[in-house]
């Protein structure tokens, strides 16, 4: 299996509060990844560091072959269009309507024709369950789901290999929540896509994941199938997942 | 009605509490007063009793657990009388959480010299990076204006619109009260020496050379740098600069850049604005206040008044536009994730840049007295 991506090491200190003391892991291509942990664990600290939106303060991240600290410019420009990255509350561009935010990325980086950047915007729309009637909307005067299935849609616009989930059903009602988890299911066989994400939700994370990593106490307390963390001893996944697995 | 309340009564050595009725936090102040009043030291034994209450809470809990706490270190024995499952459930719970920490640890307080480091520290770093900010917008420019293609024409032209057309009724309206304000004032002190005519050349210096351009800039740095800071706080709370960032499209060129060049070229234009109601307000002043007839004022005031006056009211503005859209920026970049920081640096961003605006004017000021211009 190819790496996708590989985090040797990783230390993040803020101030005088160190989050990560050396995380190590690898995640592999078409796996639903999982990361999970306490609050304030720093699952999203992680996160951000595999998106370069923070540095790391020690230690290396490589994402799809580029080593994130050594990376230069233009290199992390061409990195930054195979991947998608979907935010806790969308963060949809407050200026523009759904398709206008879907659209963007195509016409920044493609010279596609405005015929058929409308017609992959539909595409998108509908693939990720949203009603074509409401494409024209602005972000204001969508509900909370409407907003994440948008910011889905606006993350797989360039057709990603690697898609990032941050808290992809917090805030979402039940059957919402288990419908976004099968529309990952159905992205990934779709698409073939490699899922790392964020989660509280135990539904959630028993129905999608592949593997997962759980961050405890500034270290990596597991990583591993879930049907292994039965035999963890960490004092989070107990709680976490008492009532599933003792 | 009174539906609580404590009998105390004595026997030989016994002190009796009976605690009738609700418990609660509401009465427990005047259960204090009580109990304080009691000198526990003439007896060996008390008893609380606590069979007869209908309502009991955790801060009534409490209350008894300090009592409790306290009679036992003057050396009493203490029972408590009671049956109710819930009560002494509750009882429990507080003595388990109590345990050895009884209250929030108070915060330690800073020294005046911790005080005066910390904030010294925190404006150095501000200082800092304001340096870091200015010196990232060096680069993009540069980056920026390596190729046409990557001037964004569309954000600019609707800053532009935004910041610069919009906003030409209120400088219009302003400087030309400021011009009538001006007029009238020293009309009233030119009279005096019957110096009428000498308004032309005060209202065209004053007017074209400083005033315009302060006015203008004040009022833009209340409208444009105020929205700006807003504007890209809102947008860092809802994580749209992050997505933004991961999506490769660098903020610095979509957002930045066309504001800043968007509010230097809309200035000058501002400013020549101003100073057409500026010297208009002037007009009328001296029209109806000194006898001064239009057609006088305008040959006056070619006469009297030379373009430099203008030219340098005008190079003035892209210079403030570019003070007060950076530090606008600056400061809404400088959100942090809550929503009085938007407020908070919304009132520094229109503070910092009025400031800036009027040191740069003083040293123009110096500058081109020096120069002889």
């Known amino acids: ?246 | 009605m009174i539906n609580f309340s404590l009998t105390t009564s004595y026997t030989d050595e016994t002190v009796l509490l009976k605690f009738l009725g609700e418990f609660s936090l509401y009465n427990i102040s005047s259960y204090q007063q009580q109990v304080d009043a009691i000198n526990f030291q003439k007896f060996k034994t008390v008893r609380i009793d606590l069979r007869e209450i209908t309502f009991f809470d955790t801060a009534s809990a409490i209350f008894i657990n300090n009592l409790h706490n306290r009679l036992k270190q003057e050396q009493l024995t203490i029972s408590i009388i009671c049956e109710n499952r819930d009560v002494l459930e509750t009882l429990k719970l507080v003595q388990t959480q109590i345990g050895s920490e009884k209250t929030v640890p108070v915060k330690k307080r800073e020294t005046f010299i911790d005080s005066v480091g910390k904030k010294t520290h925190s404006q150095l770093r501000g200082f800092f990076s304001f340096m870091a900010f200015l010196g990232e917008l060096f680069a993009t420019k540069i980056h920026y204006l390596k190729s046409i293609k990557n001037i964004r024409f569309k954000e600019i032209a609707f800053e532009i619109n935004e910041n610069g057309i919009r906003a030409f009724g209120i400088v219009a309206l302003t400087s030309f009260l400021i011009g009538l304000v001006v007029a009238y004032q020293s009309s009233f002190q030119l009279k005096i020496y019957g110096a009428n005519i000498f308004i032309v050349d005060m209202l065209g210096i004053s007017i074209l050379r400083e005033l315009a351009p302060l006015i203008t800039a004040i009022v833009i740095a209340g409208r444009s740098g105020s929205a700006f800071t807003a504007q890209i706080g809102a947008m860092k709370i809802t994580q749209e600069l992050d997505a933004m960032r991961t999506m490769g499209f660098d903020p610095y060129s979509f957002l930045v850049m066309p504001r800043i060049i968007a509010l230097m070229i809309s200035m000058p234009i501002l400013i020549f604005v101003a100073d057409i109601m500026g010297v208009l307000g002037g007009m009328v002043v001296a029209n109806i206040d000194l006898e001064i007839t239009t057609e006088l004022f305008l040959e006056r005031f070619t006469e009297v008044v030379a373009a430099k006056h203008f030219f340098i009211g005008i190079l003035k503005g892209p210079f403030f536009a570019f003070l007060i859209a950076s530090i606008g920026i600056y400061r809404g970049l400088m959100v942090k994730d809550d929503t009085q920081s938007i407020g908070y640096n919304t009132t520094k961003s229109v503070v910092e840049s009025i400031f800036a605006v009027i040191v740069c004017d003083a040293v123009f000021s110096i500058l081109f007295t020096n120069l002889g211009i």
């Not at chain 1, 790496?3 to 639903?32: M, P, S, Y």
């Not at chain 1, 595409?123 to 074509?132: W, Y």
């Not at chain 1, 997962?212 to 963390?229: F, M, P, Q, R, T």
């Open chain 1, 1 to 246: 299996m190819k790496k996708v991506i590989e985090v040797k090491g990783v230390k993040t200190i803020f101030g005088d509060n160190i989050v990560h003391d050396g995380l190590n892991l690898t995640i592999n291509e078409g796996e639903i990844y999982g990361l999970l942990g306490p609050s304030g664990c720093g699952k999203t600290t992680l996160l951000r560091e595999m998106v370069m939106l923070q540095k790391v303060s020690g230690g290396n991240i490589d994402v799809l072959g580029h080593s994130l600290s050594h990376i230069r410019h233009k290199e992390a420009q061409v990195l930054r269009r195979e991947w998608g990255v979907l935010f806790q509350a969308g963060a949809l561009f407050s200026s523009l309507s759904i398709a206008q935010n879907i659209a963007l990325p195509l016409q920044e980086y493609t010279n596609l024709s405005e015929k058929l950047i409308n017609e992959i915007v539909a595409f998108k729309i509908n693939i990720v369950g949203l009603n074509l009637k409401d494409a024209h909307l602005y972000p204001s005067q969508i509900s909370g789901g409407m907003k994440k299935k948008a910011g889905l849609a606006r993350a797989l616009a360039m057709d990603p290999k690697l898609l990032f989930l941050d808290e992809p059903t917090s805030g979402l009602d039940p059957i919402s929540a288990r419908e976004f988890d099968a529309l990952i299911l159905k992205l990934r066989s779709l698409l073939g896509l490699t899922v790392v994400m964020v989660s509280h939700d135990l539904q959630s994370i028993n129905d999608t994941l592949d593997k997962v990593a759980i961050i405890d106490n500034k270290k990596i307390a597991y990583e591993g199938s879930l049907e292994g963390l039965k035999h963890s001893d960490s004092e989070f996944i107990k709680t976490f997942f008492g009532n599933k697995y003792e």
